[in-house]
């Protein structure tokens, strides 16, 4: 690769494997407390509750996939 | 039982923690060696020269290696952060409270990497195709990249700190119910069985666990921030 950064380093793949757990669980727990807390401000609930958890879990799938994919999509372009 | 720093004076309606002090402390260690293992270089390397280049030399080519020659100038970045954050982990190894078991500080931390990450990219790409990127796969996602980057400080910082507190607040219980058991077997006055045994667990909460997150701190800002540019 010409920028020198070598596909597959140990290290880098154990930090980003660890970062996946809380990077999925971070987005859903974040939505739960902004819908209770719009719901609260609107009283509406439970709308905004479910919008955001279900948002969350599309973050979360979401950041899954990124990190998964990080070196697949750097092999396609090149 | 309290767990969270304690407030030790204040200036001008400003609490000043034991987090702040401690800080303090490890930057007046952290520059003074760097004035000590800075100064009068010479070419061939003897003494002290030998370790700061050591040190030097392993931070220069781990950023050469996971982020890219181009992006060398990382270096000095991440060399700090491991320096600060390896420091501030093994502080609970002298009886003082580690500075990354508040979440003010591992978040300012991670807020520091989070605009470098997004500073480096726009600079890189440019800035209006930096911010197309969050259209894609397509505009409806919009939100969604928004709250998945907004997440990432969050998570990085969380994570330091969480571990580093559960440490802290393990290893305090231990001492706690130590002196509790001292007292029941009749040396209450002298609690006996405070030395030896937390050895193992400040084996595994403050070196090894120390350690290991300083290091993942370190690595995942790298992989963040090459990410955005490349």
Known sequence: ?78 | MEFGPKVIFEIGGIPVTETVINTWIIMLVLTVLAMIGGSAFKKIPRGRQNVVEVIVDAINKLTIQTMGEDKKFFASYMGTLFLFLLCANLLGLLGLRPPTADVNTTFALSTLTFILIHFYGAKRKGTGTYLKGFLEPFPLLLPMNIISELAFPVSLSFRLFGNIVGGLIIMSLLYGSLIGLSSMVGLGAFPILQAGIPLVFHLYFDIFSGVLHTFIFMMLSMVFISIAMD
């Open chain 1, 1 to 78: 690769m010409p920028t020198g950064r070598r596909k597959g380093n140990v290290l880098e793949n154990l930090a980003l494997i660890s970062y996946i757990g809380i990077s999925m669980i971070i987005p859903i727990i974040g939505g739960v407390y902004i819908g209770r807390w719009l719901d609260s401000r609107l009283n509406t609930q439970p709308i905004f509750l479910f919008v955001f958890i279900v948002t969350g879990v599309i973050v979360a799938f979401m950041n899954l996939f990124k990190v998964a994919t990080k070196d697949i999509e750097k092999g396609k372009r090149k």
